[in-house]
């Protein structure tokens, strides 16, 4: 539903606040830590993205990611990746690159920043034999320190705010989220028709149908931590390790199936046989006959 002719132009953020190490960047770093160099690194439709290179006291060379973005959409981007990359690392640190911080330039109060551990990567995806058990495994660790789902701060899909307000069930949690998307669809699309009663009929009945029997009968959901927006461009492996990193996350406490949607759409790289194999390592939500169905609702 994202408008995409956006990924067509040029990056909002200007170019030169990756030329220099702001002061407010450098406080973050370790005590002793001497900067030696900052370049542009990766691509982003958002953001820009640079390679800090340092020195820590032991002379050491020592790297961090940063990136940069601007305006009060950009404020909350960058504190929502860095309260979601804290969650995510805090429940599975093997699995995402160490967050540092997160705050506003010093010399530019309208630029925004977020900082956290620099891995080099192979650009590759992982592999079906370890990202998908390590997923489950941070979903497992990941249980809501409140039983509620949500989250404490907004966090953002790209440029978009999702609606994290903390709810006692699933189905409500959801049905805020999708409707916050379809709102924002329709402000940047105008009003149709046809559209209008597509959505009435995906949060009158479709969601109540494939959601509530989750929390019905006994069944319960527990509010899991999830990425929220895992497909194939926001994870890679480390060229170190060999192993799964998961980034560019937009947490919640969610169903963990949830986290699976981005698997679904056969354009993606990660696919099927990865749905397959996480299932081995945490089952279907019963009742498991609903969960293609669920699958494609969480895939809207």
């Known amino acids: 539903m994202v408008d995409t002719s956006i990924w067509d132009q040029e990056i909002a953020v200007p170019e030169?606040?990756?030329?220099?190490?702001?002061?407010?960047?450098?406080?973050?770093?370790?005590?002793?830590?001497?900067?030696?160099?900052?370049?542009?690194?990766?691509?982003?439709?958002?953001?820009?993205?640079?390679?800090?290179?340092?020195?820590?006291?032991?002379?050491?060379?020592?790297?961090y990611f940063l990136k940069v973005s601007q305006g009060d959409i950009g404020k909350g981007m960058m504190s929502g990746e860095f309260a979601s990359m804290s969650a995510l690392h805090k429940a599975m640190p093997n699995l995402v690159p160490r967050p540092i911080g997160w705050g506003v330039y010093?010399?530019?109060?309208?630029?925004?920043?977020?900082?956290?551990?620099?891995?080099?990567?192979?650009?590759?995806?992982?592999?079906?034999?370890?990202?998908?058990?390590?997923?489950?495994?941070?979903?497992?660790?990941?249980?809501?320190?409140?039983g509620k789902f949500g989250f404490p701060v907004t966090t953002y899909q790209g440029?978009?705010?999702?609606?994290?307000?903390?709810?006692?069930?699933?189905?409500?949690?959801?049905?805020?989220s999708i409707q916050r998307f379809f709102e924002l669809e329709e402000e940047s699309q105008g009003y149709e028709e046809e559209m209008a009663q597509l959505r009435k009929g995906i949060m009158e009945k479709v969601i109540p149908r494939l959601l509530r029997p989750l929390e019905n009968g006994g069944r319960t959901v527990i509010p899991r931590l999830v990425h929220g927006d895992l497909w194939d461009g926001n994870t890679s492996v480390d060229a170190a390790t060999d192993l799964p990193l998961i980034f560019d996350a937009c947490s919640w406490y969610a169903h963990h199936e949830y986290e699976l949607a981005p698997w679904r759409p056969t354009r993606h790289k990660i696919g099927k046989p990865y749905v397959t194999e996480y299932l081995k390592h945490f089952p279907i939500s019963e009742p498991a006959e609903d969960f293609d169905d669920r699958n494609a609702l969480y895939c809207v």
């Open 16 to 63: 030169i606040v990756i030329a220099y190490v702001d002061d407010n960047v450098a406080e973050k770093l370790p005590e002793g830590s001497i900067i030696k160099t900052i370049s542009p690194h990766g691509a982003s439709y958002w953001t820009r993205t640079a390679q800090i290179k340092s020195l820590d006291p032991e002379g050491n060379v020592v790297s």
């Open 159 to 176: 440029r978009l705010p999702q609606d994290t307000t903390e709810c006692d069930t699933w189905e409500e949690s959801f049905s805020r």
């Open 106 to 146: 010093a010399k530019e109060p309208d630029i925004y920043f977020f900082i956290c551990a620099f891995h080099d990567m192979t650009n590759d995806i992982p592999d079906v034999s370890t990202l998908p058990g390590m997923l489950a495994q941070l979903h497992k660790n990941g249980v809501s320190p409140t």
